[in-house]
């Protein structure tokens, strides 16, 4: 992101693990969302330059008589083969990604300090790289199926198929700043991404330099969590009880604890 001035975080991970629901939870805490799934779709629209060039690579018959993509057919097509799989990422992920950029551009002009770019194969593409953070959200290979069979009305076969056809959790705990688990416990998904959210708005607040907020800071483990603060150029000032005179770097500025 260069110097951009918005913070931008990457929940990511395989199919079914529910980054939807991550999604939707970090909307709670104001942060509004770029889909990639929806910009998907919109990049390989009907008489789009996607849509062409899918049907180049996978055949005409991709194409529906109303000349939309038959999105089943092609999924069908691409997770039959890590090679077609690769060519069907190889087409529509730099394209996806420029359109990514256009939005969160949008975004930052309209003064949106964090957002959420929702991308199933965030690492895969290189749109991590737009990122300030990344959230891998996974969940058990029996929840992830048994999810999406209901929610794509796919066959065991077809759910394994397109689960195999992924990365495995190792993946993305090797790659992701934080790990949260979806397999059904709510409350426990809400809890755990309150430190989170809470170090994002810290690390957005300091990268907007926004004067005049007032806060303090407080150090658990290796979680700091911001709430409100006071930024005094070039450095930032703040008091706790959990460490004293300690000097410690923190993204565009420096917190020193007094």
Known sequence: MGMSRIYVVGPTGPTGAGKSLVSALLKEHGIQSVDADVIGHAVTEKNSRGLYELSVAFGDDIIKPDGTLDRPLL????????EKLRLLNDITHPLI???IRRRIRELENEGVSIVSLDAA???????????????AVLADRAV???????????SEEDADRRINAQKSDEYYLSKANHT???????GKLT????????????EAAIRSGIPDIHTHFECRGSVLQCYNFRLVVPSFYCRTKFAKNSRLPFNAGDIWWL
């Open 75 to 82: 999924a069908k097509k691409a997770f039959s083969d890590p």
């Open 121 to 135: 194969l965030l690492f895969e593409s290189g749109a991590d790289i737009l990122c300030n953070d990344t959230i």
């Open 144 to 154: 992830r199926k048994k999810r999406i069979i209901a929610r794509d009305s796919l």
């Open 191 to 202: 809890a755990d991404l309150v430190p989170i959210v809470r170090k994002m708005e810290c």
């Open 180 to 186: 949260v688990y979806n397999n059904g416990d709510i």
């Open 97 to 99: 990604t420029m359109e």
